[in-house]
């Protein structure tokens, strides 16, 4: 009896450790999805940019890599894995991707748009999965072949010297970004843990304050991106921004049960180099970044 006891006690306090221990087989979706992605302490991250569109904002052609970036964040086990992510979508693929997720149990957390003015008119779709991780993987994979989102492995990135606004911004932020695909981007993690479903979120699977930039004609760059906000960082952020004439151009949010409560602020603006850095840098004066 005693016997049956440590047994059961067993699985239920000390399997769960050892299955979620042992990780994700990357190469199972590398294999399903057609490409690879980047490891993240236990994170997986996958990217489905939108190479396919021409989006342009007033006079900027936006690149994939500052606003137009889908992706899938899986972590957890190979029996037991959660992905969660936001796909970029025109508004006529919408639906289709929604009721293609929805059939696989997956939860929409939003959908929303994160710039304004822009042509055509782009969505952004956040989602929750939850199962073994090659049925996730088949699953998102189903619903992105229900629109024009490229598939398959990518070409690989043109490396290229980073632009000469790239060390005023970095210099201003007084961070180090990360140059591709003509995109100057950062990744500023909250400084208190970010907890949905039961797990801690990390930077990989969207709970960063996520800031590109790009250049945007002579001697100018734009910059859009999210600021991960609790309440009462919100009306500070704004009044920053709109102190430097950086647009808000959305706030709402992006999951369903996170702890603390999160609001996602988008923002747009084309200026100097030193300009844009130096409201960026005053609405991050607002936030508790690490």
């Not at 899986?74 to 936001?86: K, L, N, Q, W, Y």
């Amino acid at each position: 009896m005693f016997k049956n006891y440590l047994v059961t006690l067993f699985w239920i306090l000390i399997v769960p450790g050892i299955l979620l221990a042992q990780g994700l087989d990357t190469a199972k979706i590398d294999e399903v999805l057609g490409r690879s992605g980047q490891k993240s302490g236990d994170v997986y991250r996958v990217g489905f940019p939108r190479t396919d569109l021409h989006v342009k904002v007033g006079d900027v052609e936006v690149r994939p890599g500052l606003a137009l970036g889908g992706w899938a964040a899986f972590s957890g086990s190979d029996d037991h894995a959660m992905v969660m992510g936001d796909l970029v979508l025109l508004e006529k693929e919408v639906n289709p991707v929604m009721l293609k997720l929805r059939a696989a149990n997956f939860d929409i957390t939003a959908v929303h748009n994160h710039v304004l003015d822009e042509t055509p008119q782009v969505l952004y779709m956040h989602y929750l999965g939850h199962g073994p991780v090659v049925e996730l993987a088949k699953s998102l994979l189903a619903a992105l072949s229900v629109s024009q989102t490229p598939l398959g492995k990518p070409a690989p990135a043109q490396a290229s010297e980073p632009a000469a606004f790239v060390k005023v911004v970095e210099d201003i932020l007084g961070a180090k970004g990360t140059w591709n695909g003509g995109v100057l981007g950062f990744g500023i993690p909250r400084a208190e843990p970010i907890i949905e479903d039961g797990g801690t979120l990390t930077t990989p699977q969207g709970v960063a304050e996520a800031i590109n930039f790009q250049e945007a004609g002579p001697g100018k760059i734009a910059t859009t991106g999210d600021f991960v906000l609790i309440a009462s960082e919100v009306n500070p952020v704004i009044s920053a921004l709109e102190a430097h004439d950086i647009q808000v151009t959305a706030l709402h949010m992006h999951m369903l049960t996170e702890q603390p409560r999160l609001f996602f602020m988008h923002f747009w603006s084309v200026g100097s180099p030193d300009a844009v850095a130096q409201g960026i840098r005053a609405a991050l004066e607002n936030i508790h970044t690490k």
